[in-house]
């Protein structure tokens, strides 16, 4: 098998691409990379290539429009499997999540973790120049999603992650549709519903310096109503499975009572 496949989703990140590329050599180099491009209007695609051409193992994909997140690591996912990869691994293209720390993330899909999360909310983890707004609303989302659905993670929306590809194929991806921070919790929980092991190793998030993030209300809704509609399910699924269970009980404490009479 080939050992790492790391995805790059883009979107207009033509100033940031070359170095994190470079950067990412320098941390795996024994990984393949695949940059999934959405017809990036600034030539994103193309400084991939002519990057790709002299550090090599580095492909592309260009879909045809700007088709989300959880889209472009669905298409990579599904590329990486057929490709008979170990571990693939989610990572932003902006620069705010450092290469460096793979290793570690790799190391601990080798030691059983099925899924390994980059985590800014364990102990060593830091975002160190983001407001107090936005680091209220992330904590806040990151809470809200584990205590609704039961979720032992701290940063569920992380982008920067390793998954193990023999968990990873255990899904449906047909069934995953979520898009930006609810693509990443909807990863997480389906993983830990299926049994996998989900690790949290600590990262220094860097806010981007050079280009337009692509973070939006409608992404940060989108999460709220999905893991609202989850919680509440997998809650009723849990008591239609206790109703079962104790009906039987019920009736042979009808048939007892009946037979005392």
């Known amino acids: 098998m080939k050992p790492t496949l790391v995805i790059l989703p883009t979107y207009q990140e033509a100033e940031n691409l070359e170095e994190v590329l470079r950067r990412l050599r320098a941390a795996v180099p024994e990984a393949d990379v695949l940059v999934v491009d959405?017809?990036?209007p600034d030539g994103t695609a193309e400084v991939a290539k002519a990057v790709g051409a002299e550090l090599g193992r580095v492909n592309v994909m260009v879909r045809p429009a700007k088709s989300g997140l959880g889209g472009a690591y669905r298409a990579g996912f599904r590329e990486g499997l057929a490709g008979g990869y170990r571990a693939l691994v989610e990572m932003d293209s902006d620069l705010s999540h450092d290469p460096a720390v793979l290793p570690a993330m790799l190391g601990?899909?080798?030691?059983?973790?099925?899924?390994?999360?980059g985590s800014r909310y364990v102990p060593g983890g830091r975002i160190p120049a983001w407001s107090l707004r936005r680091r209220l609303l992330s904590r806040w989302g990151n809470r809200y999603a584990a205590r609704l659905l039961r979720l032992d993670v701290a940063d569920a929306t992380s982008g920067f992650r390793a998954y193990d590809a023999e968990a990873l194929g255990q899904l449906d991806l047909n069934e995953v549709n979520a898009?930006?921070?609810g693509f990443q919790i909807e990863m997480a929980y389906r993983i830990s519903r299926l049994g996998g092991r989900v690790l949290e190793l600590p990262i220094h998030f860097v806010?981007?310096?050079r280009g337009t993030s692509k973070m939006s209300l409608l992404i940060v809704l989108e999460a709220f109503v999905?893991?609202?509609r989850w919680g509440v399910g997998e809650r009723l699924r849990r008591t239609r499975r206790a109703s079962l269970t104790a009906a039987p009980r019920r009736r042979r404490g009808r048939r007892a009572r009946a037979a005392l009479r």
């Open 38 to 40: 959405d017809s990036s």
């Open 108 to 117: 601990a899909l080798e030691e059983g973790a099925a899924l390994v999360i």
């Open 179 to 181: 898009e930006g921070y």
């Open 207 to 209: 806010e981007r310096t």
């Open 226 to 228: 999905l893991v609202t």
